[in-house]
């Protein structure tokens, strides 16, 4: 079992619609999460990032964590064309222990307009 | 935010040889992270380098396929070495920041490797 999982889609929605992405992970150690976006042939651009259970706000971009099922969330609202990428999840253990992320396999999202 | 940089952007090599990929940051750090991103797969982590200090490698990867040189603190470089092709894949550097401090990282643009 990978220790993160995420919905490969792909995932095609008409401009407006609210997008749901979702990644669950297994090991409890992981503290810290985060939504990298990635275009076509472009490294990973981080989006959102949080240490804790619950919402974070930031433009039409909401990142949702529950660490009691160990399951994490990005709604994008008022979808674009220009959101069509790959969203990567992304997370890590606490600080002072390996600092590299762990990643899922990343989500293709299309907006059509 | 810092700004990275890697050269080549692509490169389509013959199987057996090797190629050495630059990272380049516009500021100072201190640990740098290269990536492989297989086609339709995650990233995975190959290397953290320090510099001044030997990298440390990930389970699954080696230092005589992939040595990595870190002679500053805003430089870094890859080899692929041997490459056979099963090596083609988007390699990433990345260094700690971001709006997250040292808890999240930004990544450069990638290589693209093709071997055939």
């Known amino acids: 079992q990978k220790e993160v999982e995420q919905d490969p889609g792909p995932l095609s929605v008409p401009e407006g619609a609210i997008v749901s992405l979702n990644c669950t992970y297994s090991?409890?150690?992981?503290?810290?999460f985060m939504w990298y976006r990635q275009y076509s042939r472009k490294g990973p651009e981080l989006l959102m990032y949080t240490y804790s259970s619950g919402n974070k706000e930031d433009g039409r971009f909401t990142a949702q964590v529950d660490k009691s099922s160990k399951y994490i969330s990005l709604f994008i609202r008022d979808s674009q064309p220009s959101d069509s990428a790959t969203y990567l999840c992304?997370?890590?253990?606490?600080?002072?222990?390996?600092?590299?992320?762990?990643f899922g396999s990343g989500t293709q999202l299309t907006v059509l307009p | 935010s810092a700004v990275i940089s890697q050269k080549p952007s692509r490169d389509i090599c013959q199987r057996g040889t090797s190629l050495t990929i630059q990272c380049q940051v516009d500021?100072?750090?201190?640990?740098m992270f290269w990536y492989r991103q297989q086609p339709g797969q995650s990233l995975t982590l190959i290397a953290t380098?320090?510099?001044?200090?030997?990298?440390?490698?990930e389970s699954g990867f080696v230092i005589d396929k992939f040595p990595i040189s870190r002679p500053n603190l805003t430089f870094s470089t890859l080899t692929v070495s041997n490459m056979s092709p099963e090596d083609s894949s988007i390699y990433l550097c990345?260094?700690?920041?971001?709006?997250?401090?040292?808890?999240?990282?930004?990544f450069g643009p990638g290589t693209r490797l093709t071997v055939l």
């Open positions: 090991n409890s150690a992981f503290q810290y």
């Open positions: 380098a320090n510099q001044g200090s030997e990298a440390t490698y």
């Open positions: 990345s260094v700690e920041g971001g709006r997250g401090g040292t808890d999240t990282q930004y």
């Open positions: 500021s100072q750090v201190t640990m």
């Open positions: 992304a997370m890590r253990a606490l600080p002072g222990s390996a600092r590299q992320l762990t």
